[in-house]
């Protein structure tokens, strides 16, 4: 049986005539009216009762034409698809993100992609740092990392979003929280709420040399492995934290940020394998190329 007798069984139903199904489906009728004879002697059954004055459907036809609309009805969205694809606007992508991403770039990505790629449906993988998300491009895990640079895996093309200053986030009540904005060599004297030491975090790095360059060492308080953790530890009063200022984006009960004057930034960049030529990947950078989600001075390209 061939899709197009399945085809030229539905023109036909649909008219209950042979010559305008002819007309509508843009072949001769002797042809069209042969297929069908041979579809019933294929399924062994009448589809159509024939008489001189009009054409109609047998109950058998009326059973078949309910099926035969379900299969071509899937046959057309599976041809749909399959373009949408091939054009990188249906898919699946997963996107992995460092936990401060969340806040704030992760609800303006969905955006995007809800909007402007409707057929995409995103899987996201939160508090990531950058080795992880690295790892997970590398081993073909994730399509698209939101992580902070220096990349240190070779074959990871990126593209800057932006250059975020770091914040502290103190308790309420906290001596510092009613200040304008801090000096690093403010808090020499805090507990500091950190992420875990072996977790190659860059925000870290950043925190550490900020102090270092304020003449003293971070006491490491706590360790953490999420941002959510860190801001909980703040908010209970168990120290500070020096995080991205995308923290902002969802205040946490408890927690204050307050700018520090001399701290260092943090750049924050979209990832994805050099190699890879998918069709999703493109449209996904061509999107957020369009509205702006890359910062001027951008690094790594396709």
Same mark, same amino acid.
């Given at each position: 049986? $061939?899709?197009?007798?399945?085809?030229?069984?539905?023109?036909?139903? &649909?008219? #209950?005539?042979?010559g305008k199904a002819?007309?509508?489906?843009?072949?001769?009728?002797?042809?069209?009216? /042969?297929?069908?004879?041979?579809?019933?002697? =294929?399924? !062994?059954? =009448?589809?159509?009762?024939?008489? @001189? #004055? /009009?054409?109609? +459907?047998?109950?058998?036809?009326?059973?078949?034409?309910?099926?035969?609309?379900? %299969?071509? @009805?899937?046959?057309? =969205?599976?041809?749909?698809?399959? !373009?949408?694809?091939?054009?990188?606007?249906?898919?699946?992508?997963?996107?992995?993100?460092?936990?401060?991403?969340?806040?704030?770039?992760?609800?303006?990505?969905?955006?995007?992609?809800?909007? &402007?790629?409707?057929?995409?449906?995103?899987?996201?993988?939160?508090?990531?740092?950058?080795?992880?998300?690295?790892?997970?491009?590398? $081993?073909?895990?994730?399509?698209?990392?939101?992580?902070?640079?220096? %990349?240190? /895996?070779? !074959? %990871?093309?990126?593209? +800057?979003?932006?250059?975020?200053?770091?914040?502290?986030?103190?308790?309420?009540?906290?001596?510092?929280?009613?200040?304008?904005?801090?000096?690093?060599?403010?808090?020499?004297? &805090?507990?500091?709420?950190?992420?875990?030491?072996t977790l190659g975090?860059?925000?870290?790095?950043?925190?550490?040399?900020?102090?270092?360059?304020?003449?003293?060492?971070?006491?490491?308080?706590? &360790?953490?492995?999420? @941002?959510?953790?860190?801001?909980?530890?703040?908010?209970?009063?168990?120290?500070?934290?020096?995080?991205?200022?995308?923290?902002?984006?969802?205040?946490?009960?408890?927690?204050?940020?307050?700018?520090? =004057?001399?701290?260092?930034?943090?750049?924050?960049?979209?990832?994805?394998?050099?190699?890879?030529?998918?069709?999703? %990947?493109? /449209? +996904?950078?061509?999107?957020?190329?369009?509205?702006?989600?890359?910062?001027?001075?951008?690094? !790594?390209?396709?």
């Amino acid at each position: 049986m $061939e899709l197009r007798h399945l085809r030229y069984f539905a023109a036909v139903a &649909e008219t #209950r005539h042979f010559g305008k199904a002819a007309q509508a489906l843009h072949m001769a009728q002797p042809p069209l009216s /042969q297929a069908i004879r041979r579809l019933e002697t =294929e399924l !062994g059954v =009448e589809l159509f009762t024939r008489t @001189t #004055r /009009q054409v109609s +459907l047998t109950g058998a036809g009326e059973v078949f034409r309910t099926d035969v609309e379900r %299969i071509l @009805t899937s046959v057309d =969205e599976a041809v749909a698809r399959v !373009g949408r694809f091939a054009t990188g606007v249906e898919g699946v992508l997963r996107v992995g993100l460092t936990g401060s991403a969340s806040y704030r770039q992760l609800p303006t990505l969905a955006r995007l992609v809800k909007h &402007e790629m409707p057929h995409v449906r995103m899987e996201v993988h939160t508090e990531m740092l950058t080795p992880a998300q690295e790892l997970g491009l590398i $081993e073909r895990r994730l399509d698209v990392g939101v992580l902070r640079p220096p %990349i240190r /895996q070779e !074959g %990871i093309a990126h593209r +800057l979003i932006a250059d975020e200053p770091l914040i502290a986030a103190v308790p309420e009540g906290h001596w510092l929280a009613d200040a304008q904005a801090i000096r690093v060599e403010q808090l020499r004297h &805090e507990d500091f709420v950190m992420y875990g030491a072996t977790l190659g975090s860059v925000v870290n790095d950043a925190v550490v040399r900020s102090c270092l360059a304020s003449g003293f060492y971070p006491h490491r308080a706590y &360790e953490v492995t999420e @941002t959510s953790a860190a801001l909980a530890l703040v908010a209970a009063g168990l120290g500070v934290a020096v995080l991205p200022d995308s923290i902002r984006s969802a205040p946490r009960e408890g927690v204050v940020c307050r700018e520090i =004057e001399d701290a260092l930034t943090v750049p924050l960049a979209l990832t994805w394998r050099h190699d890879d030529d998918s069709p999703l %990947i493109r /449209q +996904l950078l061509d999107v957020l190329e369009r509205h702006d989600l890359f910062a001027r001075e951008t690094e !790594g390209s396709l």
